[in-house]
């Protein structure tokens, strides 16, 4: 059975754990990650809560999904986490929310603090709650990314909507079998909030 691992990355509230939650075909929970440190005098223990959940390909590929912690408390951890838990990803998702006060912003922020997890890595961008700020549109999260030379694909989602998410997902690992645990594959969280790709 093949593995294959996915990062969520992002700010807090841009949805990472729900759209976690709303495809995995197991039951997740927020895991406590074991992060050690190797320092001169001691090996060191941090543990961190990440978010889990799995789902399958329809090629019978298991996608491991983690949620990296987005609190800025937890920003020392990051490097750690792109070291010990996803240096082997095969692909992130960046999920950022269109209603915070300056997403381009965010966008940099993200590409930046995670660069060496993203380095050499299918990227997808995962954008929420369009369905309460519209605008900045997908052209304009293309137009940044340009200007940036970041080549990731675009995607307006709701974090709440599973065939949203599994959007996302399946821009890395191809067709996924769905089966979310949630039992709404299809579920629509709001109306309107489905922009599409
Ligand atoms: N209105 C709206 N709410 C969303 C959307 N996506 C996620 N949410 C909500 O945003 C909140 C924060 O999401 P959460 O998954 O906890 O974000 P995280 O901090 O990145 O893990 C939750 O209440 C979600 O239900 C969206 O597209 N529109
Ligand atoms: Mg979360």
Redesign the pocket.
């Given at each position: 059975m093949e593995n294959k691992k996915i990062i969520f990355i992002?700010p807090?509230?841009?949805?990472?754990?729900?759209?976690i939650q709303v495809v995995s075909e197991i039951e997740c929970v927020a895991t406590e990650a074991k992060i050690s440190e190797k320092t001169d005098v001691a090996k060191e223990t941090t543990t961190v809560a990440i978010d889990y959940g799995r789902v399958t390909t329809s090629g019978d590929v298991k996608a491991h999904l983690y949620?990296a912690p987005?609190q800025s408390r937890f920003d020392f951890m990051w490097d750690m986490l792109s070291e010990q838990i996803a240096h082997d990803a095969d692909g992130v998702v960046m999920?950022l929310d269109n209603a915070r006060e300056c997403p381009q912003s965010d966008l940099k922020y993200y590409l930046d603090a995670f660069s060496r997890l993203i380095e050499g890595k299918q990227l997808v961008i995962g954008v929420?709650?369009?369905?309460?700020q519209a605008s900045p549109a997908v052209s304009d999260y293309e137009q940044w990314l340009s200007e940036l030379n970041v080549d990731a694909p675009v995607q307006f989602?709701?974090?709440?909507n599973s065939s949203a998410v599994y959007g996302l997902v399946e821009a890395i690992v191809g067709p996924v079998k769905q089966q979310s645990v949630s039992g709404m594959p299809h579920a629509s969280a709001?109306s309107g909030?489905q922009l599409g790709a």
């Open positions: 992002g807090v509230g841009a949805g990472k754990t729900s759209a949620g987005g999920m929420t709650r369009s369905d309460i989602v709701d974090a709440r709001g909030a």
